[in-house]
């Protein structure tokens, strides 16, 4: 799979696979399994978080993280892969919050369940607004000169507050957050566009969003509040299903029959015609939705494929 660079250090396949599914919607066994395949695909960049999964019955959180440590191990492929996580997270035993002590413990016990040394890109998963960002982006640093982290990220960050990080940052010379992950797809594109867009056109930042299928529902597996009865996806999904989210449904699957694929391909394959976007973040449960993805990466969409999809999900 094509590789971009990322602030000259890492280089990235242009998708990212979510973790979130590690331990949740894939047991141990499948989860392994996957992490073969993404391998064999060249799918090298893994995206996870010290909290996934926590919100599974019997689950405290972490148990992505181990998972992904078991895989290393065995697998011995930890130099192959550029691993993301992130600190911020509340989970069983841990609090919500960006203090620096809980950032040190975080990293601390993120890196032992992921049986590394290092992070290749670490994110601060939701703002601390009762922590000054001296103190957050200068434990940041410490991590970064004790070689635990390589490079930061911000995700669920308010626009000043993303923009105030990095003036401190670089008013110390420390290192900047040099990603953002966003919600930002088909459906949703009112935030990303109007709040973040031109900031990280102008700041040259990296973007890896996330919920890029919109929790499945731009696959077109879901059009009716009956299809999502049973699904673990329900509460993430229903709120999609009114009159623009099956507008968006609609020009999927024409544009889809044209090219031959399938509306999740299509949606992806627009991610990645976005010129800020850098690598949508992206999941499958089985080889046939791992293959799936990879053809997505294929799909070149024309002008007026362009246009009519984003005629069919405007926001303004």
Known sequence: MKKKKVANELSIAEICFGGNVFGWTLNEKESLRMLDELHEQGINFIDTANSYS?????????ESERILGKWFMESKKRQ????????????QGVEKGLTRQQILDGVDASLQRLRTDYI???????????????????????????????TLGASNLSKERLIESNQVAEAKGWTPY????????????ETYESEYKELVTDKKLAVMPYFALASGFLSGKYKTAADLEGSARKMMVEHYLNERGLNILDTLAQIAQKHQVTSAEVAIAWLLHQPTITAPIVSATNA??????????????????LTRLDGSSQWK
Request: proline content about 1%.
């Open 54 to 62: 926590h919100w599974v019955d019997g689950n405290v959180g972490g």
């Open 120 to 150: 290749d890109l670490y994110y601060s998963h939701h703002d601390d607004l009762n922590v000054g960002i001296e103190e957050i982006m200068g434990t940041f640093q410490e991590l970064i000169q004790a070689g635990k982290v390589r």
């Open 178 to 189: 040099i990603a953002l992950q966003p919600l930002y797809n088909l459906y949703d594109r």
């Open 80 to 91: 192959d892969v550029v691993l993301a996580t992130k600190v911020g997270g509340g989970m």
């Open 288 to 305: 046939k939705q791992l293959q799936s993805l990879v053809r997505a990466t294929q799909v070149k969409l024309d002008s007026d494929d």
